[in-house]
Each structure stands twice: as structure tokens, then as C-alpha cells.
């Protein structure tokens, strides 16, 4: 397995500009996450998904960030219009419940710096 | 507002020796997570404690859980250089929501 895969692995904008992050989970995963880390805040959840179905978005920071899943296969991370302070590494991860054990699989992130 | 704080968040250590890094969290639960992040890469998952008393070990790391004292323990024995890197508990509070510990910086020094 390719494991999660993320797009693209760096991104270097300027404020103002949309930012589009891709992830493509796990294949049979039913769980996908949208997670931030930067070294003053840690790591943080952002949203996550279950069945495609947006879940738990109370970590999305303000509006001008937004997640879909239109698919079991592929998720978007937007923010438009980017600012400086979105500037982190965003990881996306997918997992899968068996006998009540889960764990998440984390992909290897998008370094997104904004100017 | 859940807490998960670890303890100490850098740690410098002499290959050989052993030490064990902290995780206290603030709210019940019986789920507890360790990863692994190397410099510039992704979480790596090392250990899922799922019950009160629960002790996992994998070569040099074991992990525990005390649900009771809401903590949790990564012990590291007769540390090796490939041992260096920044260790994460993570506390599953509802559902498949995890909250992260700040993570702890270990160093292992020839």
C-alpha cells in the first residue's frame, strides 16, 4: 500500500493568494484528517471525515479555510484568501476501526509557506 | 478544554542510558497513542494503549497507561542514536478526535 498520499509536498504563495491541498487516503480507510502543525501551536485538528461526511470541524480556524471529500478516495484542504500566519505543515491522515482498535496514518505533509 | 502535557518537552540523553518521558492529560479516557515524528517528516505510529494498566513494548521503547492517574509513560532503555527523534502522546477524547501532547525532543548524544 502507497499509504496517504498529499499534494503538493511544498507550496510557496503569497498573501491573498488560494492555497489547495490534496490527500488521498488510505484505500478502504473510512476516516480522513486534516491536521496543522507549526512549532508555537503543536499539532492541531483541523476537520475530519468519516464516510466522506464531515464530522468535527470546530478545529478549522475561520472561514477562510474550507474541506471537502467528495469521495472515498480524495480530499481537499482550501484556504483562499492565504494569509502569512497559515504558513505550517499540514498533514492529512486516514484510519480504519477493527475491533474497536484504530489508528491513524499519517501522510507526509504539505510544507506550505505564505509570503 | 482538554490538556495533554508532556514531560520534559527536550531531552538530551547518552547512548546506554535510560529515561522515560511523561504524559498527563486532564480529561478521562482510555485510549492513548504514542508517535514518533523524525526532523522534516511525518507521524509515525508506535504504540496504542487501550485500557487502564496497559503496557506495550516495541525494542528499546515500552509504553504504559494508567487511566486512574490520567498518565501515561514512554520508557526508553539503553537508548541508541537511531532512538533520536520527537516523541507525541496523543489522548482520544470523542470518537477518533485526538488532542496531541506538545511532543518531547530526544536527543541521544554518542
Known amino acids: 500500500d502507497a499509504g496517504v498520499i498529499q499534494s503538493p509536498r511544498h507550496e510557496v504563495t503569497e498573501m491573498g493568494q488560494e492555497v489547495t491541498l490534496r490527500c488521498k487516503p488510505i484505500s478502504g480507510h473510512d476516516y480522513l484528517f486534516w491536521y496543522r502543525q507549526t512549532m508555537m501551536r503543536g499539532l492541531e485538528l483541523l476537520i475530519y471525515?468519516?464516510?466522506?461526511?464531515?464530522?468535527?470541524d470546530s478545529g478549522m480556524p475561520e472561514d477562510r479555510f474550507s474541506a471537502k471529500m467528495p469521495n472515498a478516495s480524495f480530499s481537499t484542504l482550501k484556504i483562499q484568501p492565504s494569509e502569512p500566519r497559515d504558513s505550517a505543515v499540514y498533514f492529512c491522515?486516514?484510519?480504519?476501526?477493527?475491533?474497536?482498535?484504530?489508528?491513524?496514518?499519517f501522510g507526509p505533509g504539505t510544507r506550505l509557506l505564505v509570503l | 478544554e482538554l490538556k495533554v502535557e508532556q514531560n520534559p518537552l527536550f531531552l538530551s540523553m547518552q547512548e546506554g542510558k535510560n529515561y522515560t518521558i511523561y504524559c498527563n492529560y486532564s480529561t478521562t479516557s482510555d485510549r492513548l497513542y504514542w508517535y514518533r515524528q523524525d526532523p522534516g517528516k511525518s507521524l509515525e505510529s508506535l504504540f496504542v494503549l487501550l485500557s487502564n494498566g496497559a503496557v506495550k513494548q516495541e525494542g528499546r521503547l515500552m509504553a504504559s497507561l494508567d487511566t486512574k492517574a490520567r498518565l501515561s509513560t514512554l520508557h526508553i532503555t539503553a537508548a541508541v542514536h537511531d532512538l533520536s527523534a520527537t516523541y507525541f502522546c496523543a489522548v482520544d477524547t470523542s470518537g477518533s478526535r485526538l488532542t496531541f501532547g506538545e511532543g518531547t525532543q530526544l536527543t541521544v548524544n554518542p
Open positions: 471525515f468519516n464516510n466522506n461526511v464531515p464530522i468535527d
Open positions: 491522515a486516514s484510519s480504519l476501526i477493527v475491533a474497536g482498535v484504530e489508528t491513524q496514518y
